[in-house]
């Protein structure tokens, strides 16, 4: 029974230590992405978060070394954060990858009071350089059919460039620029803006706001004979983007007015809409188009 006990214990005492060493945070987490955009100068910033999992280490002892291409670069602790190191390291001419890990030395202390050096390797790591990267628009924010430039390097002509997740009309320059049309999306509203292709998927350039924008209407009230018919025309600054602009029109007389649907087909500015009296009556119409001001129009049919 004593055995049986002890055995028992054994186990529940090896399990404990197993689960114990299996949650056990590693020394290293590397901060530094692999894949980091090319820049003229050649230089780039590693980091690494250091927590190391000895006891009674001496934190001011600690000295965190990069360890790349026979090269020891000594690392700097963040002011802020004791745990974040970091350092910038020139990339030689010709290379567009490397190989490295970090290196942490430190002092422990002993249950005697004595202490001993000690030191911790993380594991291989490996960052390479992205020659394709946006660097920013040329503005962030504007009206529906403006036309906006993207800088970067390493655009195609197969890429394109989304707003809001929906596909903007794009138009390659050169490898430096691309151009977007900002599509009809509703105003008083910050959409991300990607960059679509590549190997590595989308990119984010940033947020751009859709600012309202004004759609004129002629004439700006109606009177009209019943059975006669009449044209009202709309009009906006920009030519409309990819996929028109569609126009609604809602009218509280609406045996009064008959009209078919309104689209500004895209490149246009404007679009005529033929309009027949029907039964007399006195009211508005409501106009309203995605990223534009809406519009009163008072309206008599006699």
């Not at 054994?10 to 980091?36: A, Q, V």
């Not at 390291?89 to 010709?94: E, N």
């Not at 059975?227 to 009064?256: C, M, Q, R």
């Amino acid at each position: 029974m004593k055995l049986k006990i002890k055995l028992i214990s054994f186990i529940s005492l090896s399990l404990s230590l197993f689960i114990l060493s299996s949650c056990k945070r590693p020394s290293f987490i590397n901060l530094t992405s692999s894949n980091i955009s090319q820049n003229p100068s050649g230089i780039y910033t590693l980091q690494t978060e250091v927590d190391l999992q000895d006891r009674k280490v001496l934190s001011e002892s600690i000295q965190v070394t990069l360890v790349v291409g026979g090269e020891n670069v000594p690392m700097v602790q963040d002011p802020l954060n004791p745990f974040l190191w970091s350092c910038d390291y020139k990339l030689p001419a010709g290379f567009d990858e490397a190989t490295y890990y970090f290196e942490a030395s430190y002092i422990k202390e002993k249950d005697n009071g004595a202490q001993s050096q000690r030191s911790l390797k993380s594991d291989l790591q490996v960052f390479r350089l992205e020659n394709r990267y946006v660097g920013n628009l040329a503005s962030y924010r504007g009206p529906v059919g403006v036309e906006i430039a993207v800088q970067g390097r390493g655009l195609t002509k197969y890429d394109s460039i989304t707003i809001g997740e929906e596909k903007a009309s794009t138009r390659y320059l050169s490898e430096n620029e691309l151009r977007f049309t900002v599509p009809s999306l509703p105003a008083g509203v910050d959409y991300q803006v990607q960059l679509i292709g590549g190997p590595h998927g989308a990119l984010d350039i940033g947020n751009f706001r859709v600012d309202e924008s004004v759609l004129s209407v002629v004439p700006n009230s109606l009177e009209i004979q019943s059975g006669d018919s009449a044209t009202i025309l709309f009009k906006i600054d920009y030519e409309a983007p990819s996929g028109g602009i569609p126009i609604d029109i809602k009218t509280n007389v609406p045996k009064s007015l008959v009209m078919p649907v309104a689209l500004i087909s895209e490149g246009d500015k404007t679009v005529n809409i033929p309009v027949r009296g029907g039964d007399p009556g006195e009211g508005k119409m409501i106009i309203t188009a995605s990223g534009y001001e809406p519009v009163e129009v008072p309206v008599k049919v006699f």
